[in-house]
Structure formats: structure tokens, C-alpha cells
DNA sequence: TTAACCTACTTAGCATAACAAAGTAGTTGC
DNA sequence: GCAACTACTTTGTTATGCTAAGTAGGTTAA
């Protein structure tokens, strides 16, 4: 990413997004986040992450082997989690209506 | 804020776009932040970023007397600063869209 | 067989930036 | 005098993303 700071907050509630859609694992969330263009993503920033949310009661985590490497980490969303991420999902909506009121030139809508 | 983390990177980008619009002091962009949704501001949180992006080049100071109260540091945006606001404007552009990549549940459209 | 390259998770140390809490000061009005 | 508003400063704490390294299992091809 260009501006590291932005992905502040943003971060863990997309990986919540992403587990509560089904049980999953770091690597795949990896992918998954590339692919909805968070670029050079790093390792070191994810796993983190995952064993933050875990500590936090937000994901329950369970062991399995890999058919193609090393043992996979699969975690799935909680009760908890889930409330934490109508949380994230609300607080992401008005930071972002905040910022196109200040933003925003023409009054029209968002971005150029 | 609720979450303090999201603010992350977006704040100094908020500052940029009101300095932008006008020379303006601190506790006016206070009160504009405010108006806009970005609720109990600290001003231990926003004169630390005035004077970042002063040490950046990205704004100008000019001291004047106020009509009611302590002296006013006066800012305005530099050439330096313009270029730092458009590239945060695009960078944040992108953000939302990768997050509403992740969260969108339905391909509709923009949360609920 | 060994080197390269995926897959997959871990960890240590650093930098950034928002916040709380407190302080300093000028002005106005009771 | 003192409360209330304006206006800026500073110190210390905390959260979290990043770099850079390491550990390990599996497959493929020189």
C-alpha cells in the first residue's frame, strides 16, 4: 500500500469480512485481499491480525493439514466477531460520508 | 470516535482539503471537522497535525492577532501540500473501493 | 540430491499517529 | 475575582501496520 495509515482500522474489519463469509485461513485471506486490490499485502501484517482477533473472542480457530504444505489455521466468525463487524461496518460508513462532506467540491457525489 | 484507528491517515488528509478551500487557524478547522460529522475532535489530536504538515512544506503559517482571544497561527496550502492532497484523495478513493469489494454482500452497491 | 519455488505460519523490533490530560494565555461579562 | 470562551502547546500512552527475518512441508526439475 502507498499510504500505510489509511489501512489503520480498516484492516481487521476486512478480515472479519472476509471469515464471516466462511471458514478460512491466512494465506487464502491473503489472495483474497489482493485481489480486492490491497496490493503487497504483507505476511507480517496479516497473521497478526488473526491471532489479535482470536485473542479477542472475535474468530474461533481450528487446525488442519494442508494437502500442499504446511499445516492450515482455519478460522471462522463467532457471535462476538459478528457484532464487531456491524460495528466496523457502521463506523466505516460515516467516516466515510465524514469525509466526502470535506472532501467533496461540488456537492454532487463522490470523487472527481 | 468510536473507532480511533479508522482516523488513521484519513485526518491529516481532512485538514489538507480544508486548508485548501481557505487560509484558516486550528480551532476554526475544529469546529468544521465537527460539522462535518467528526464528532469530539481533541485538540490534542489536530495541532500536532498542523504543525507535521507545516514541517512537511505542505502548508504555510502566518501568525495574526484574533479579534477575541489568543494570537491565531493563520494556514494556507502549498504547491507541495495541493500534491499531497490529491494523492491521498486517490489513494482513499481506492481504500473505499477495495473495502466495498470485501464487505459488499450483494454486488449492489454501497453498504446496506 | 539439491536447489528452487510454492505453500503456510511466526516473531522481533520499529515507526506512525490519535488520544487523554494537563497547561498557558488573551478576552469578555457577571 | 472568576467563569467561560477562544486559541495553541506538550507529555506520555497505546494501537497497529511494516520490515525482515525465520521455520517448515511439499513439488519439480537440473
Redesign the interface.
Known amino acids: 500500500m502507498?499510504?500505510?495509515?489509511?489501512?489503520?482500522?480498516?484492516l481487521?474489519?476486512?478480515v472479519l469480512?472476509?471469515i464471516r463469509k466462511g471458514e478460512t485461513y491466512g494465506y487464502e485471506i491473503l489472495s483474497?485481499?489482493e485481489a480486492?486490490?490491497?496490493e503487497n499485502m504483507a505476511e507480517g501484517t496479516l497473521y497478526p491480525v488473526l491471532t489479535r482477533l482470536d485473542k479477542k473472542g472475535a474468530i474461533a480457530c481450528r487446525k488442519e493439514k494442508s494437502p500442499l504444505g504446511p499445516i492450515r489455521k482455519y478460522y471462522s466468525i463467532t457471535a462476538e466477531g459478528e457484532e464487531r463487524y456491524q460495528?466496523?461496518?457502521k463506523?466505516?460508513?460515516?467516516?466515510?460520508?465524514?469525509?466526502e462532506?470535506?472532501?467533496d467540491e461540488n456537492g454532487k457525489g463522490?470523487?472527481?
Chains 1, 2 share one sequence.
Open positions: 502507498e499510504d500505510t495509515q489509511l489501512l489503520k482500522g480498516v481487521e474489519g476486512c469480512g472476509i483474497v485481499m480486492a486490490g490491497f460495528e466496523f461496518r463506523n466505516f460508513k460515516q467516516l466515510v460520508l465524514n469525509t462532506n470535506i472532501l463522490w470523487l472527481i
